[in-house]
């Protein structure tokens, strides 16, 4: 029997789907909602001082035929008063006692963090998170992502918090910074009982051709944004291994955010290493309700695997995630294409010729088009079964025996690796490439 009930740094909740701090969170209504709906917790949208929002807000990248597939804001913190919020919050725990009520702060000096820290514990918060990532407007003015990418004023912010504070601490870091682990190991040594990750990127999602202003526009200008939703989760799922992997950051839990929106996301991030999930723009874009579908996938994910609870399987792909040098030099895979599934339409030649290792051979029989693989020229890129539109027409097969295996760290290590420019341990020496004047016979 699957138990999705989590206790995330002490924080409990009946299953590990939160709501991230932003707009589903921003009041007691929506909140209650959700929790209708199936979500285990909520982090509120972020406390502060209340600011002034602009109009418009938000931009988009749509792909193709996919809206949303990046999402980008360029909103404040919470612009209603606190008093509001703080009556809210205990409404919601009224209703929702076993359900985790997360509050998210940022405010600027010491002063300011005790007193909102002691307002949402009296309002019966089950935990605080530290924003320390909005990307902008709040960076302009000393706070978000300006202390996320400053380590020791963020070590001393969560020193403040974890002094004032008697729930669990949540730090919630910026990706805007090039080691993540940096501001990870400032906040695990301020003491933070907890690490949420990631905010938003900060970004540019399009211009205006006619008034050539980014989007969103504000009479006619814009600024960066924060960039989230489907695009964002490969970033955001390095940042965590990055995270899961360190051996002190690793010791306290992890909440997964950037780009969840169904049971698979949630399962990739928990077995990277997070225990909990927060979900922003999936819910902006289809409403609470897609809760179900997690719910239900998750579910019978767990039962198929047999696991009992989320922390079976929490982290089990982190010993499968390596560096580049660890990886065997010898394993060597190339491409086949099943010629029953095969519709003739070239995308895998033309990847192959134009952008790979010209390993695909076109038909010259015009009535069967199916195109051919020329196993010598093939590197086992992988690019033509990423193209090809039809599922698993193009597979990669296995073409060494498994016997002979070595690492770049062990070639290294053997004094056996390419140490000048023409040196003939190179990887590409004897493999075909055709003369630079067949360009032009095609
Ligand atoms: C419109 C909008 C407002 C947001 N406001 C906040 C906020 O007030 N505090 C915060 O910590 N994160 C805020 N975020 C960031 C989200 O909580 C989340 O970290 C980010 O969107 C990545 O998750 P997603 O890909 O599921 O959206 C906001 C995001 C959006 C799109
Ligand atoms: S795997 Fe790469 S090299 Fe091999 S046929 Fe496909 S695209 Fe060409
Ligand atoms: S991309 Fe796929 S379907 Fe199209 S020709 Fe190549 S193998 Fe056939």
């Not at 740094?9 to 199936?38: C, D, R, V």
């Not at 509120?44 to 809206?67: A, E, F, H, M, Q």
């Not at 910074?177 to 695990?188: E, K, N, R, V």
Request: charged residues 20%.
């Amino acid at each position: 029997m699957v138990d999705l009930s989590i206790n995330f740094a002490g924080i409990k909740a009946p299953n590990p789907f939160w709501l991230a701090s932003a707009p589903p969170t921003n009041s007691g209504y929506q909140i209650m909602k959700a929790f209708e709906a199936g979500w285990g917790g909520a982090v509120w949208k972020t406390l502060g001082i209340p600011v002034v929002n602009v109009s418009s807000r938000y931009g988009s990248v749509n792909y193709r035929d996919t809206r949303m597939m990046g999402f980008n804001n360029i909103e404040l913190i919470t612009d209603r008063p606190l008093a509001d919020n703080l009556r809210e919050i205990e409404e919601v725990k009224k209703y929702f006692p076993n359900h985790a009520v997360i509050a998210s702060l940022m405010v600027e000096t010491r002063k300011e963090w005790i007193q909102i820290i002691k307002d949402v514990e009296n309002a019966g918060v089950d935990g605080i998170e530290l924003n320390f990532g909005c990307p902008h407007g709040m960076c302009e003015r000393g706070m978000g992502s300006a202390v996320g990418q400053e380590p020791e004023v963020l070590k001393t912010i969560v020193e403040w918090a974890k002094d004032a504070a008697k729930v669990p601490v949540i730090t919630k870091l910026t990706p805007n910074i090039s080691h993540i682990t940096d501001p990870g190991l400032a906040a695990y040594q301020g003491g933070t009982d907890a690490i949420s990750l990631i905010n938003t990127i900060k970004s540019i999602v399009g211009i205006d051709l006619d008034t050539y202003a980014p989007y969103p526009i504000v009479d006619g200008k814009g600024t960066n944004g924060g960039y989230c939703g489907p695009a964002v989760k490969p970033i955001a799922m390095n940042m965590l291994k990055d995270l899961a992997q360190h051996p002190e950051i690793s010791k306290i839990p992890l909440s997964g955010i950037g780009g969840i929106e169904t049971w698979r996301d949630v399962v990739e991030f928990i077995l990277l290493g997070a225990t909990s999930i927060q979900v922003c723009t999936a819910v902006m874009h289809y409403g609470f309700g897609i809760v179900r579908e997690m719910d239900a996938g998750l579910r019978a994910f767990m039962d198929t695997k047999g696991y009992h609870t989320i922390y079976d399987f929490a982290g089990l792909a982190l010993p499968n995630v390596t560096e580049w040098k660890h990886l065997d030099l010898k394993y060597k895979v190339i491409a086949a294409i099943n010629p029953d599934k095969c519709i003739g339409c070239d995308l895998c030649y033309i990847a192959c010729d134009d952008g790979a290792h010209q390993a695909i051979a076109r038909s010259i029989d015009l009535k069967n088009r199916i195109p051919s693989i020329i196993e010598e020229n093939c590197v086992g890129c992988n690019l033509c079964s990423l193209v090809c539109p039809v599922e698993n027409c193009i597979t990669m097969l296995r073409k060494d025996d498994g016997t002979a295996h070595v690492t770049w760290a062990e070639r290294t290590n053997a004094d056996d690796i390419p140490t000048s420019f023409n040196d003939n341990r190179a990887g590409g020496i004897g493999h075909f490439v055709p003369k630079p004047t067949d360009a032009l016979k095609s």
